[in-house]
């Protein structure tokens, strides 16, 4: 939470603004996702890629992809647990139809199969949602 109100909380009067790019869903020693990436080409859907680095330190194959997304405008979070494994290198998450035109903030990270083990999340950046 002190992070978060140090780094992340900005104020410019009279509004808070948030440094989307500095926000942290997750923090752990996994290895995180290497060359991520989200567009947005499906209506109401976003489609991830990464590059697979199974193997590096304590990455699994089969550890799960997390993807938190959040609508400013709406103030709505959507989150899945497991988007896809680590070694799949793609994966698709539907978000409400109620998204559809909107700019979305999107962040990444992977965890162990049995959720023991996180890595730092990746901000992706945003996205205009199809």
Known sequence: MS??????V???????????NKVQVSKGYLPGIEGGSVASSIANTLTFSWTDNSGQ???????????AVYEPLSKQWVYSLSIANRN????TLVLPPT?????????????????KKYATSTYLGNVLVS
């Open 57 to 67: 330190g304590e990455a699994q194959a089969t550890d799960a992809l997390v993807v």
């Open 99 to 115: 998204f559809s035109g909107t700019t979305v903030e999107v962040w990444v990270l992977f965890a162990s199969v049995d959720e």
């Open 10 to 20: 900005q104020y410019a009067d009279p509004e808070y603004t948030f440094a989307y």
């Open 88 to 91: 799949t290198t793609t994966g």
């Open 3 to 8: 992070y978060h109100m140090k780094e992340v």
